[in-house]
Nanobody
């Protein structure tokens, strides 16, 4: 099982980016899918999460600007980032609880995608 995040890049303040996280491999199901944000010298911080039934949890720091969604058939989660601010700059990691063909449920991390917001 692998998680691959994509969609990062350079955006201007006030701009938008859409991140994608796809889980691939011998997957039976994917439950919670989450996004975390990390800047140099700091720990990863929770940004948003979504369950397989669609429940969402958005950190207050991005509420109203970021939206999380998912496509269960594609085992993919999306993070729509609008009204970007320079402080949104950093590496965004996706994280998910995945049940594999062996019926083991493990937590996985993707490699991260870099977002840079210019002021």
């Amino acid at each position: 099982v692998q998680l691959q995040a994509s969609g990062g890049g350079l955006a201007e303040t006030g701009g938008s980016l859409r991140l994608s996280c796809v889980a691939t491999g011998k997957i039976v199901s994917v439950s919670a899918m989450n996004w975390y944000h990390q800047t140099p010298g700091k720990e990863r911080e929770f940004v948003a999460g979504i369950g397989s039934d669609g429940w969402t949890n958005i950190d207050d720091s991005v509420k109203g600007r970021f939206t999380i969604s998912r496509d269960n058939l594609k085992n993919t989660a999306y993070l729509q980032m609008d009204s970007l601010k320079p402080e949104d700059t950093g590496v965004y990691y996706c994280n998910a609880d995945v049940t594999d063909w062996g019926q083991y449920t493990r937590n996985y991390w993707g490699r991260g995608t870099l977002v840079t917001v210019s002021s």
